[in-house]
């Protein structure tokens, strides 16, 4: 696959979890750098967690 390709490529991945994110109710896209999807749990566990964080507190105030 050519670089161009290859950009191409990401970037229609990059729509459709942006897309993805926005079809549901409190939907959130969130970009990390340098963090690739396979590993994203073992290169920025940090961030994994606040994510879940940010979830239980929004799921408890709905309540």
């Given at each position: 696959?050519?670089?161009?390709?290859?950009?191409?490529?990401?970037?229609?991945?990059?729509?459709?979890?942006?897309?993805m994110a926005a079809s549901?109710?409190?939907?959130?896209?969130?970009?990390?750098e340098g963090a690739s999807h396979q590993?994203?749990?073992?290169?920025?566990?940090?961030?994994?967690?606040?994510?879940?964080?940010?979830?239980?507190?929004?799921?408890?105030?709905?309540?």
């Open positions: 696959m050519s670089e161009e390709q290859m950009r191409a490529a990401h970037a229609g991945i990059h729509a459709m979890h942006v897309a549901v109710p409190q939907g959130e896209h969130r970009e990390l590993y994203l749990h073992v290169e920025q566990p940090d961030a994994i967690v606040h994510a879940i964080r940010d979830l239980l507190a929004k799921a408890a105030k709905q309540q």
